[in-house]
């Protein structure tokens, strides 16, 4: 019971030490990074505003590459869609003439399946009937 108890208690001190570690980085990362970032902007070898518009169309060529990537996949996705429609209908095909050409030959041997009821039949015991026949 004790024991526990300490446990428990040296977990919590490990935890709140973790989560004070956690903070004091945060703390001073944040500040560290938002400076680094103003002083890059500033100390860069172009003025502000051209450092504003190089951003700007950087974003702008991403947002194009992005949708003519997209356009590209779109297009990709449908035709390969189209493709294995078409694969289906072929195998569709090939299967109703295999079938058609096949058919006498699928009906005998479908003859000689038994139907469930007829396996259930063969696999219980014989009646009494059955067993008066054989005497």
Do not use: W
Not at 48 to 76: A, R
């Amino acid at each position: 019971m004790i024991i526990n108890a300490i446990k428990r208690k040296r977990q919590e001190i490990i935890r709140s030490r973790r989560r004070r570690k956690i903070a004091n980085i945060a703390k001073y990362s944040l500040p560290g990074l938002v400076i680094g970032v103003g002083c890059g902007l500033l100390l860069a070898p172009k003025s502000g505003k051209e450092t504003i518009q190089k951003i700007k169309s950087d974003v702008g060529n991403t947002k194009e590459n992005l949708e003519n990537k997209s356009k590209k996949i779109v297009k990709s996705v449908g035709s390969s869609i189209e493709n294995k429609r078409a694969k289906i209908a072929e195998s569709k095909k090939r299967i109703k003439e295999y079938f058609d050409k096949n058919n006498d030959l699928i009906e005998i041997k479908a003859s000689f399946v038994k139907e469930p009821d007829e396996i259930e039949k063969s696999n219980s015991e014989p009646d009494e009937s059955e067993l008066k026949d054989n005497k």
